[in-house]
């Protein structure tokens, strides 16, 4: 039985999971932590040195080098297209952080690659292992609700993502392609349709203040294939007083009831101390640590979830399993389509036009 052998590209503010993930799956003997690729040289060393890999600042050497059965991709979004190519054409297997790309032509580039070399492309869309989006799913499903008629999403982020962790880099993203499109996919997989229409507005005004520059906030209304319209607000510009870096929800109703999942406040931990400006709260059913009967740090929720999916998926492969038999996953389709309603979300705001998706 082969253990799998992962490697990361893009070690930053996220990148850290990805590590925390394949490290104690490596307890159990589940994964192997071979390799991490990342540009700044000292988050790299510093990474290296709590996680123990073959460490590169190159990913075309790392996927030279290191035979690797598995990688995954948590670089900044218009990075995504080359390293799941460069990935595909080296043969291994491809986890990829959301959007998948930022135009539908690279995600068709990609997906296409990918199918080409037989190797799995998986987008980690982790909304979708929500247990409580998975339950709203299945009353969906049921038909709890009837035909669902509109609904409703809200996610924020306090100002800090932008100012701080991403100063260089969020006027070429946006609230929609940071944020958003996690709802964008979610709210997909729940209606079981895919967008039609989008109009879109927004505001450039705090982050043209603060010297960083690009959309505060987007509001966008999807029209979906089977008649739901969804409003989908997003935002990062929430005041650094408020109690939880994102704010998040989503509201559907339909002709024989509604569902309404809050997830800032389902889930979370209030604390206060120290010099802490206000009370925090910490979204525990997305990530939380807790130790091992060795001592020994352990993440859960759906944040790891999501990545521990594709490494089962990977390993399934390994054992002579096909893509056909890996099941229900946000696959490159999903990101193709997640990323289509981001461009048309765009597309709106620059020209003022519903636009057809």
């Given at each position: 039985?082969?253990?799998?052998?992962?490697?990361?590209?893009?070690?930053?503010?996220?990148?850290?999971?990805?590590?925390?993930?394949?490290r104690?799956?490596?307890?159990?003997?589940?994964?192997?932590?071979?390799?991490?690729?990342?540009?700044?040289?000292?988050?790299?060393?510093?990474?290296?040195?709590?996680?123990d890999?073959a460490?590169?600042?190159?990913?075309?050497?790392?996927?030279?080098?290191?035979?690797?059965?598995?990688?995954?991709?948590?670089?900044?979004?218009?990075?995504?297209?080359?390293?799941?190519?460069?990935?595909?054409?080296?043969?291994v297997?491809?986890?990829?952080?959301?959007?998948?790309?930022?135009?539908?032509?690279?995600?068709?580039?990609?997906?296409?690659?990918?199918?080409?070399?037989?190797?799995?492309?998986?987008?980690?869309?982790h909304?979708?292992?929500?247990?409580?989006?998975?339950?709203?799913?299945?009353?969906?499903?049921a038909?709890?609700?009837?035909?669902?008629?509109?609904?409703?999403?809200?996610?924020?982020d306090?100002?800090?993502?932008?100012?701080?962790?991403?100063?260089?880099?969020?006027?070429?993203?946006?609230?929609?392609?940071?944020?958003?499109?996690?709802?964008?996919?979610?709210?997909?997989w729940?209606?079981?349709?895919?967008?039609?229409?989008?109009?879109?507005?927004?505001?450039q005004?705090?982050?043209?203040?603060?010297?960083?520059?690009?959309?505060?906030?987007?509001?966008?209304?999807?029209?979906?294939?089977?008649?739901?319209?969804?409003?989908?607000?997003?935002?990062?510009i929430?005041?650094?007083?408020?109690?939880?870096?994102?704010?998040?929800?989503?509201?559907?109703?339909?002709?024989?009831?509604?569902?309404?999942?809050?997830?800032?406040?389902?889930?979370?931990?209030?604390?206060?101390?120290?010099?802490?400006?206000?009370?925090?709260?910490?979204?525990?059913?997305?990530?939380?640590?807790?130790?091992?009967?060795?001592?020994?740090?352990?993440?859960?929720?759906?944040?790891?979830?999501?990545?521990?999916?594709?490494?089962?998926?990977?390993d399934?492969?390994?054992?002579?399993?096909?893509?056909?038999?890996?099941?229900?996953?946000?696959?490159?389709?999903?990101?193709?389509?997640?990323?289509?309603?981001?461009?048309?979300v765009?597309e709106?705001?620059?020209?003022?036009?519903?636009?057809?998706?």
């Open positions: 039985m082969a253990t799998p052998r992962l490697g990361i590209i893009g070690l930053g503010t996220f990148g850290i999971n990805h590590l925390r993930c394949f104690q799956l490596g307890y159990t003997g589940t994964a192997q932590l071979v390799a991490g690729c990342e540009v700044n040289e000292s988050l790299l060393e510093e990474r290296q040195e709590e996680f890999f460490p590169y600042t190159d990913y075309a050497e790392m996927l030279d080098k290191e035979q690797l059965d598995g990688v995954t991709v948590v670089t900044p979004d218009h990075l995504h297209h080359d390293i799941v190519v460069a990935a595909a054409q080296a043969g297997n491809v986890l990829c952080e959301k959007p998948l790309d930022v135009t539908a032509k690279g995600c068709v580039e990609m997906i296409e690659a990918c199918q080409k070399a037989g190797v799995l492309l998986q987008v980690d869309f909304k979708r292992y929500d247990e409580y989006h998975r339950r709203m799913r299945q009353k969906i499903a038909g709890d609700l009837g035909a669902i008629e509109y609904g409703y999403v809200h996610m924020e306090r100002v800090e993502v932008p100012r701080d962790w991403f100063p260089g880099w969020a006027k070429s993203s946006s609230p929609a392609w940071f944020l958003g499109i996690h709802f964008y996919d979610l709210a997909r729940l209606l079981d349709a895919d967008g039609q229409a989008v109009w879109a507005t927004g505001r005004d705090k982050l043209a203040e603060l010297g960083i520059g690009g959309w505060d906030s987007i509001s966008a209304k999807v029209v979906f294939d089977n008649g739901t319209t969804v409003a989908f607000d997003t935002a990062w929430l005041p650094d007083g408020f109690p939880a870096i994102v704010n998040q929800g989503i509201r559907l109703v339909g002709t024989e009831g509604l569902l309404e999942c809050d997830s800032q406040d389902r889930g979370t931990m209030t604390v206060c101390s120290g010099d802490e400006p206000a009370n925090q709260t910490h979204n525990e059913s997305f990530l939380r640590v807790r130790s091992d009967v060795q001592g020994r740090e352990v993440w859960e929720g759906y944040g790891m979830t999501s990545i521990e999916h594709f490494v089962s998926n990977v399934m492969l390994l054992e002579g399993g096909t893509l056909q038999d890996l099941g229900d996953y946000p696959d490159g389709n999903d990101g193709l389509q997640a990323t289509k309603i981001a461009t048309a765009h709106s705001l620059e020209t003022g036009n519903v636009v057809q998706i």
